[in-house]
């Protein structure tokens, strides 16, 4: 009988470090993602403890020979298998005409593969491979590669949808059924998180929808580094938001209770045009959104930057 009791238990800690080691999403990456073309890409990830990520993103360079390379920073869920990715700097001088890009995805510890959107309105999906993973299938005829990318029969284009999925904290309560106690809603507790680091109100854009309710759209500007709370009132399911803008972006993911995105200006001295767009599928009224413009220009003045329709006022 202790024997069986022994066994049993030795089974049960093995399956038990078995799936931890699987559901580890450390590793060296390979792969391809969409920034007009395809392109290729190694990206090394480790895990530095509670979730937290450090990276570095290596791809060619289309002129010259060479490569790219800046680290990164982010989050990894694993209960929820998603990860984000966000540009931190160049490992080495910055190649001209290259911007830094971030990474939001699912990781599927079975194949070894990441998936996801690259966090730039010019640029679409992604997919890698891990070592010991399913390699990736081939591209399909006619599809347009970048220099380097041709001879690589691993990689296939994947179907994606523009946009990063909207989410808040309140949505996820509500899938889960389970009613979370909090003091505040998920937008005060993002405005009380911004007044702790200085930031101030700089105003909001209300989102104006074409007549069928599948396209929403708002305009405004980024000056030298500005951060971005989208508040979204009504229902918010299948809503998806892409900032138009020659700006740098860094979307904090689930970071923070509602979605924050901040963005830093490198191109254009005085500012460079922002425009947001919401995209929902036909039918029922469109949700009721602001996003709301911060930065941390010190006077603290957080006056607005919530919807004047808000219940928690």
Known sequence: MASR?????????AASVSQALAANIAGNYSGRYQCGDWNTVD????????????AVFTF??????????????GQY??????????????????PPGYQMVGMEGRYDPTTKRLTGKIGSFAC??????GEGGAPLSALPPGSSVTRGQAANSTLRVQPTVQGVEYWDASMEEAASGKRVLREAEPIDDV???????????VGSQHITWNADGTRGTAQDRVGTRETY?????GD??????????????????????????????VAWAGGTVLQWVFTRPSGGPPPDIYVHHWNATGFNDTAGCKAPNSDNK
Do not use: H
């Open 5 to 13: 009791v022994v066994t049993t238990l030795c089974l049960v800690l």
């Open 43 to 54: 990206l090394v990830i480790r895990e530095e403890g509670a979730g937290k990520l450090s």
């Open 60 to 73: 060619p360079l289309q002129q010259g020979g060479g490569t790219g390379s800046y680290s990164m920073t």
């Open 77 to 94: 869920d694993e209960r929820a298998g998603t990860f984000l990715l966000m540009p931190q700097r160049w490992t080495r001088r910055p």
């Open 124 to 129: 679409r999906a992604f997919e890698l491979a």
């Open 191 to 201: 405005i009380e998180w911004l007044k702790r680091q200085n930031y101030s109100c």
């Open 229 to 233: 709370v989208i508040e979204c009132g």
């Open 236 to 265: 918010c399911r299948e809503l998806r938001y892409m900032p138009m803008t020659d700006a740098n972006i860094y979307y904090l993911g689930r970071a923070r209770p509602v979605p924050v995105i901040q963005m830093r200006n």
